[in-house]
T-cell receptor
């Protein structure tokens, strides 16, 4: 079952912060995040495993709460280069990844 | 390393035609997969393979065939193209124990008229 992402789209000015949420109705054991810039292929950002783990990538970090079956991606002091569509995904243990529909992030000067 | 390569980049087909989308990787990855991306739908898994000679269906396999005769190549065949198969197709690969970290090819934009 496809995880649900919110919001669907967000527009920021450079330097502003944003949070993208990902939730699932099924039990989560891990959540992974990808970013796809316009016209390009998706690129892996990070994976979070159960245990309330937080990870960071540049100024992008994420948390995972397996009890609430959700993950959040935090983008702080956003840069123009952060623009793109962010996908969360679940699965992998059965070799099948399921991605959310994506959140379009636009960072303006 | 070239990473994951896909050909062609663009393709226009007529309804009922068949074609093969090519995918190759030079990272010695055991796992390879095909996704389609439609506006507002995210990435949906079509077929995947965990090694040469082994393939399995993903979420949306109907109308597509795959085979994996070598570790490097994983072609996707459209048997009889339909307008509903108009999409952007991505091939990806990873190590078998790191399926969450997939490396994607540049994509093939397919239009079926």
């Amino acid at each position: 079952q496809q995880p649900v992402q919110s919001p669907q789209a967000v527009i920021l000015r450079e330097g502003e912060d944003a949070v993208i949420n990902c939730s699932s109705s099924k039990a989560l054991y891990s959540v992974h995040w990808y970013r796809q810039k316009h016209g390009e292929a998706p690129v892996f950002l990070m994976i979070l495993l159960k245990g309330g783990e937080q990870k960071g990538h540049e100024k992008i970090s994420a948390s995972f709460n397996e009890k609430k079956q959700q993950s959040s991606l935090y983008l702080t002091a956003s840069q123009l280069s952060y623009s793109g569509t962010y996908f969360c995904g679940t699965g992998g243990s059965n070799y099948k990844l399921t991605f959310g529909k994506g959140t379009l992030l636009t960072v303006n000067p | 390393n070239a990473g994951v390569t896909q050909t062609p980049k663009f393709q226009v087909l007529k309804t009922g035609q068949s074609m093969t989308l090519q995918c190759a990787q030079d990272m010695n990855h055991e796992y390879m997969s095909w996704y389609r991306q439609d506006p507002g739908m995210g990435l949906r898994l079509i077929h995947y393979s965990v090694g040469a000679g082994i393939t399995d269906q993903g979420e949306v396999p109907n109308g597509y065939n795959v085979s994996r005769s070598t570790t490097e190549d994983f072609p996707l065949r459209l048997l009889s193209a339909a307008p509903s198969q108009t999409s952007v197709y991505f091939c990806a690969s990873s190590y078998r124990d790191r399926v969450f970290e997939q490396f994607f090819g540049p994509g093939t934009r397919l239009t079926v008229l």
